[in-house]
Structures are given as C-alpha cells and as structure tokens.
C-alpha cells in the first residue's frame, strides 16, 4: 500500500461544495474535510476547534477568542460552517471507503490561543488546560462519531494541528501584554495531555492520529510516545539536527506527512522534483528506498488558506503527481 498525498486542511474561498469538490477530485485516495477561514471567525482553524468543544463556549474579541459563560452567535456559527462543510463532503462521497481524513486543533496551541475571561492564555492555568482537552476530548468523540454516520465506508484519520506546540515546550508564548513568556509546560504533562487526546480516535475505530505543525523543531520523538501514528511538518524546516528523531519515527512505523509543496503561490517544479529532498533524506538515513513509497504522504507545506484558488487546485493535483513519482523512482 501507498501512503499517498493529502492536504493539510485550509482552503481559499468561502463555498463548501467547491472545496469538497477540489478535495475529492483532487485526492481519491486521500480526501480530506476542507476548513474556508476566509468566511471569518469561526471558520478559522481555532474558532472551528472551539466550537466542537462540550460544555465549554468562547467569543471574538479584538484581541483574538476568549472563553464565555453560554453559547452565542460566534459558537452557533462555527457550528453551522462546520455543519456546511461535512454536508458538502457527504455529497461528495457517497459510497466511498478508504482513508477520510479531518482536523481540529491540539489542545496545546487551543490552550495558547484562548483567552480566560480575564484576558489571559488558558495556558497560564494547568486546570484550565486540562478542563479545555477534557471538553475537546468529549467533543471530537461526537464529532468523529458523526463523520462516521456520515461516510460509513471511511477509515477516518484524525489530524491535531499544534503549530504552538514547540513554544509551549520551550516556554515562548508571549502574555497578553507581549512584555512576558508563560512558563514553559512539562513535558510529562504536554505528552500525557496528548496521549489522553490521541486515544479519542480509537475509541470511535479510526486507527490514525496525526500531529500537524509547520513550526520549526518538531517534538517528533514526544510525539511518537503519546502515540501519534503520523507526524504532519514543513520539509523546508528540517535541519539534520532532526535525522536521529525522524530515523527512529521511521523505523518505529511513524508516517512521515512531508510537507514539500509551498502554500502560498509560486512556481511548482517538476513532481520528481519536488520529493528530490526526502529521497536525499532516505538515502542520508540508511533507509530502505523501497520503505519511501509507505512511508511518506505527499502534502503542502501547510495550510493553503493563503493561496489563490487556481494555484491550490493545482499545488493539490501536484501532490498526488509526485506522490505518484515517489511510488514509481523510491531511488
């Protein structure tokens, strides 16, 4: 089996049925539930996160999400986006069995984004931290277990976007004020926290769970631990301080979702072209060629939320290529 190529998550434009249609067009082997920032809060990444949240509400301020005492209409309306996008992808796949993948966002980055109500991150308490991935645990259950109902035929892969996670880590989120860092959060803590969230996927059938962060220093080797089955990052950002981290990853039966495609508008290469680096790669780590075509999916950088239309159809179509290329020339 192929591990093929998939996209990360976002889209540009704002209508449900084009984007389920570019997905599934686009990735037959793969799709995924496409997110459309561009409607506004609440489609974004993290309002949508906070919307599938169990007892637990937020609102838009000017400074960014902040938790609420009841639901109002920033929660009803990422309910309704989130509504709209799964109804569109149904359309899209009827009938369909194999891989379906869809994203929420980690508890970790959902911690540093979201305001208490006194204006601080949700990070800076560890019982809030734990009631917010005890709601979005309870959340992503139902969730999942909707798609399911949805899509009968689909092995559903569960994607946690953590671009922050590595700040969190390292102590780098900055306060409200911006004049100071929250304290860094144990790394037993981080991981347990995870583990606890990765778990959500089996408890509903889906056998993959996968880490997604364009961010610099990827915790591969604590992700591995908490149980992630595939790790989702930006190619151009590996260093080979990382060799080691990934070697293992690879070795332990961890997927490589490698991110070799740019997001944002420019010129594409040759497909052949674009999987040059993590053939290099294999052959740096003393892999076996014929393990490539399992091993790494094909995906963009990241998001493509800030592409035009026209490119991200075709950056989206140039990853199955080159996922196509890997499969044939592993050497």
């Known amino acids: 089996m192929t591990a093929g190529a998939t996209g990360i998550g976002s889209l540009p434009g704002g209508d449900a049925r084009e984007a389920a249609k570019t997905v599934t067009g686009s990735f037959e082997e793969f799709p995924y539930l496409a997110e459309l920032p561009a409607r506004g809060p609440g489609a974004d990444m993290i309002g949508r996160s906070l919307g599938l949240l169990v007892d637990l509400y937020a609102h838009v301020e000017p400074s960014g999400w902040r938790v609420s005492d009841r639901p109002g209409r920033d929660t009803r309306r990422a309910r309704s986006w989130l509504g709209e996008d799964l109804d569109a992808l149904e359309e899209f796949t009827q ?9 929420a966002v980690g508890p970790w980055t959902l911690a540093a984004a979201l305001e208490t109500r006194g204006g601080e991150a949700v990070l800076q308490d560890a019982g809030a931290c734990r009631d917010l991935a005890g709601s979005l645990a309870e959340g992503l259950r139902e969730h999942l277990a909707d798609v399911r109902r949805r899509i009968p035929g ?15 880590l390292l102590g780098r989120i900055r306060s409200a004020s911006g004049y100071r860092t929250y304290r860094a959060v144990d790394r037993q803590v981080v991981e347990g926290t995870l583990r606890d969230l990765f778990a959500v996927a089996g ?5 993959e769970v996968v880490v997604h962060s364009c961010a610099p220093e990827v915790p591969f080797g604590l992700l591995r631990r908490a149980g992630a089955t595939g790790v989702s990052f ?25 991110g070799v495609v740019p997001g944002t508008d420019g010129p594409l290469s040759d497909p052949g072209g674009s999987v040059m680096g993590v053939r290099k790669l294999w052959r740096r780590l003393g892999l076996t060629p014929g393990t490539l075509a399992e091993s790494v999916v094909v995906t963009p950088s990241c998001g493509l939320a800030g592409a035009s239309p026209a490119y991200a159809r075709a950056v989206q179509a140039h990853c199955a290529r080159a996922a196509r290329s890997l499969a044939d020339n592993p050497e």
């Open 203 to 207: 408890s509903v059938g889906g056998r």
């Open 234 to 258: 930006d190619f151009s950002l590996l260093t080979e301080r990382e060799d080691d981290a990934i070697g293992e990853a690879v070795e332990g039966g961890t997927r490589l979702f490698a």
């Open 154 to 168: 689909a092995e559903i892969v569960l994607q946690f976007d953590e671009p922050s996670l590595t700040a969190v």
């Open 95 to 103: 009938g369909y069995t194999g891989r379906l993948k869809v994203q």
